[in-house]
């Protein structure tokens, strides 16, 4: 089949029930066609939400109209994604940077750094020198800028990260500044993305004040600095976030990225992920603090959580992992109304039943217009390649395009003494 241009294509939101066949008979096409242009298998369970490209008929004449409703403008916004090696049986971000990078990402996050445990001076990588270089030629080649992770995540079980956060902070700090400045100078990099995620609520102060000291630095060299907080639910269903100064945070960082895919997570009951309304309260939250909308980039998930009753530690899906399995137990995904994101259940060989709760283009739709009503600056995807690749269409046509990054593309006036 010859290529066809994006003029001669429709780009149509699955509805309930649909089927490929039921497109295809709906736009006068075959479900084979519109198979191939989607890279789908003719047998794949749709979900209510996804976008899809079909081809146009030539319309009949239409009959004059008076006059047409203004379209509400599309404003650009930005697009980050966190970028990781594989994960289990998952690839790496590679192949969807290389797919999605020039028209749908503004930068990403490769989780490469963090602080030595027993040296809270310098930093440890878990990428080699010629991955980095190769992640940079590939992200340079698509404008995509590479603004890498100093982050906590990946601390084994025995090691005390809220000491060795407070440590490198604290008692270290203008050693750790130089260790930062030497590694990212030397690479190249775009920024630093701070994805400190156990901050002690006693270094409130030393975290915002580290906040300010790694600004001045992205400020001197030029550099993207995004601090990511985790915004996780009291018993209230508001957020809590005792450890981190949203008002200085907001003041201090170009970006700042609210971790909203917080709702159900590891070692809590099965649930959304980040349900319709709690992404608006937490945006709310962070805006009351002081956060400028223009620097909120409000976090979302590409993955998928399968929890098994009565087991609080959920196994981790891509979105099409999530829906090989609702394929595989011949189970139809709804759309859950409380929510506003889908789910599925399903009782697996042993009988036992289990919830699968993820983000689909439907629910993400939703949320870019939370987004787009409060003026934030975009979204943050954890993580690049997990997700439904609607999302990626889907961003273009509520937006127009994704906003590039260049080197002057923020300048804080903050630090201008």
């Not at 937490?282 to 087991?311: C, E, M, N, Q």
Request: with cysteine; hydrophobic share 40%; net charge neutral.
């Amino acid at each position: 089949m010859g290529v066809i241009s994006t003029t001669q294509l429709h780009y149509v939101i699955v509805r309930e029930g649909d089927t490929l066949a039921s497109i295809a008979k709906r736009y006068q096409t075959t479900a084979t066609t519109i198979a191939r242009l989607n890279q789908l298998a003719l047998d794949t369970v749709l979900t209510p939400g996804r976008i899809l490209q079909v081809p146009k008929v030539k319309p009949p004449a239409a009959p004059p109209v008076k006059s047409l409703p203004a379209q509400r403008p599309r404003i650009p916004r930005y697009t980050f994604a966190a970028y990781t090696s594989s994960e289990g049986v998952y690839p790496g971000s590679e192949r969807a940077l290389a797919k999605t990078g020039a028209d749908g990402l503004s930068g990403i996050f490769p989780l490469w750094f963090q602080v030595a445990p027993e040296e809270p001076w310098r930093l440890q990588s878990y990428a080699g020198e010629a991955q980095i270089e190769s992640v940079l030629q590939s992200a340079r080649e698509r404008g995509v800028q590479v603004i890498a992770s100093l982050t906590s995540l990946y601390y084994p079980a025995d090691v005390q990260t809220r000491q060795v956060l407070h440590q490198a902070m604290t008692v270290y700090r203008r050693y750790l500044l130089e260790a930062i400045e030497y590694t990212y100078a030397r690479y190249g990099l775009d920024g630093i993305w701070l994805d400190w995620m156990e901050v002690d609520e006693t270094d409130r102060e030393s975290f915002a004040e580290w906040v300010e000291e790694l600004a001045k630095l992205s400020q001197l060299r030029g550099w993207t600095f995004v601090v990511n907080i985790p915004m996780i639910p009291t018993v209230l269903g508001i957020p809590a976030t005792p450890s981190y100064d949203l008002a200085r945070i907001g003041r201090a960082a170009d970006l700042v990225a609210l971790m909203l895919n917080t709702e159900h997570r590891f070692h809590t009951g099965p649930g959304a992920l980040c349900s319709l309304s709690w992404a608006e309260t937490g945006v709310r939250y962070a805006l009351t603090a002081g956060v400028p909308a223009g620097k909120v980039l409000l976090g979302i998930a590409g993955y998928a959580y399968d929890w098994k009753d009565g087991s609080t530690i959920p196994e981790y899906l891509s979105f099409e992992g999530a829906m090989n399995r609702a394929r595989q137990y011949r189970v139809n995904v709804k759309f859950d109304p409380v929510s506003q994101t889908p789910m599925f259940v399903y009782e697996d060989s042993t009988g036992t039943e289990h919830q699968v709760w993820f983000e689909n283009t439907s629910s993400l739709s939703q949320k870019v217009t939370i987004l787009n009503r409060y003026g934030l600056a975009g979204l943050s995807l954890w993580r690049l390649g997990m997700e439904d690749a609607g999302l990626w269409p889907l961003l273009r046509y509520r937006w127009g395009e994704i906003k590039k990054l260049s080197v002057c593309s923020f300048h804080n006036n903050y630090y201008d003494k």
